[in-house]
């Protein structure tokens, strides 16, 4: 199975500055439309999982511009431009390249 | 607007089977676009995949190894619905367990269930 590593594990963001966080999968994610299939979720608290971004850079429908993702193979990035209230939650990644999918661990965003 | 409606049991017994139902509204189970996923979350096991059916002129399933013998996922075209079995269940099987659509061409969950969560316990 792959494994997915995310860090840092929290994060603690005053309101209006950036955030990243970075997702490590144990192999390469590269699929064969030349894509990195690395997805990344939102879970507010409460809530299911919303779908942010997908194959590692494109955002999901309705997804404002301050979120972006980044990065090919193996090693990953989530970055908001400039964090918001309603951005708190755990952000997972997820590599979606074949079953079994598997998670991160996750890393929780909440407002300084 | 589609949306997966849960339902279940909050509470089984242990050895006894688990059985979650997800009703689809605004999709086909049978539609051959996408994919209908059981997921779990607890605090120890995170976002665990368990597996998931889609329909390509017959039924296609695939089970995580780990609940691959003891998992049951059936598709009722009659009532548009999914529903998850978990035999043999332990306290270990206590999580929230949620119902999400898999879109194959882009290759994520666009759409998830609100969740139901199963407390194994005598």
Not at chain 1, 38 to 66: C, E, T
Not at chain 1, 85 to 95: K, L, P, R
Not at chain 2, 108 to 115: Q, V
């Amino acid at each position: 199975d792959i494994v997915m590593t995310q860090s840092p594990l929290s994060l603690s963001v005053p309101p209006g500055e950036p955030a990243s966080i970075s997702c490590r999968s144990s192999q390469s994610l590269l699929y064969s439309n030349g894509n990195n299939c690395l997805n990344w979720y939102l879970q507010k608290p409460g809530q299911s999982p919303q779908l942010l971004i997908y194959f590692a850079s494109s955002r999901a429908s309705g997804v404002p511009d301050r979120f972006s993702g980044s990065g090919s193979g193996t090693d990953f990035t989530l970055k908001i431009s400039r964090v918001e209230a309603e951005d708190v939650g755990v952000y997972y990644c997820m590599h979606a390249l074949h079953t079994p999918l598997t998670f991160g661990r996750g890393t929780t965003v909440d407002i300084k | 607007q589609v949306q997966l409606q849960q339902s279940g049991p909050g509470l089984v017994k242990p050895s006894q089977t688990l059985s979650v139902t997800c009703a689809i509204s605004g999709d086909s189970v049978s539609s051959n676009t996408v994919a209908w996923n059981w997921i779990r979350q607890s605090p120890s096991r995170g976002l665990e995949w368990l597996g998931r059916t889609w329909y390509w002129s017959r039924w296609y399933y695939e089970f995580a190894v780990s609940v691959k013998s003891r998992i049951t996922i059936n598709a009722d075209t009659t009532k548009n619905q999914l529903l998850l079995q978990l035999s043999s269940v332990t306290p270990e099987d206590t999580a929230v367990y949620y119902c999400a659509r898999w879109d194959h061409e882009e290759r994520y969950f666009d759409l998830w269930g609100r969740g139901t969560l199963v407390t194994v316990s005598s």
